[in-house]
C-alpha cells in the first residue's frame, strides 16, 4: 500500500513563487521513479516534471528554467519549486510514483495564478 499526499498549492499573483510538497509513505523505495503532473479545467493530465531512480530529472518544455524538481529520500517527500509562476499553470497539481508495478497518485493541490 503506498500514499502520497499533496501540500503547498494556493492562490499567488503572476511572478510568484510557489513550492508544493508530495509526502510518501507505504511500500517505497528512493529508487522509484517519481513525477508532478497537473491537469487544467478542460484539460488532459500533463507531465510537469519527473525524477528518476538515479536522480535524472526531465520537464515539460512550459515550465523548464521557471520549475525544480526535487526529492528528500530521508523524509520519504518529493518537492516542486515553482518559480515565475503564470496565470496558465493554473491547475491541480498530482504527485505519482511508480512502486510495486504500478503507479499511484495523491489527491492533487489546487495552484491558482491570477494574473
Known amino acids: 500500500q503506498v500514499q502520497l499526499v499533496e501540500s503547498g498549492g494556493g492562490s499567488v499573483q503572476a511572478g510568484g513563487s510557489l513550492r508544493l510538497s508530495c509526502a510518501a509513505s507505504g511500500t517505497i523505495f528512493s529508487v522509484n521513479p517519481m513525477g508532478w503532473y497537473r491537469q487544467a479545467p478542460g484539460k488532459q493530465r500533463e507531465l510537469v516534471a519527473r525524477i528518476g531512480s538515479g536522480g535524472s530529472t526531465n520537464y515539460a518544455d512550459s515550465v523548464k528554467d521557471r520549475f525544480t524538481i526535487s526529492r528528500d529520500n530521508a523524509k520519504n517527500t518529493l518537492y516542486l519549486q515553482m518559480h515565475s509562476l503564470n496565470p496558465e499553470d493554473t491547475a491541480v497539481y498530482y504527485c505519482?510514483?511508480?512502486?510495486?508495478?504500478?503507479?499511484?497518485w495523491g489527491q492533487g493541490t489546487q495552484v491558482t495564478v491570477a494574473s
Open positions: 505519482n510514483i511508480a512502486t510495486l508495478g504500478r503507479y499511484y
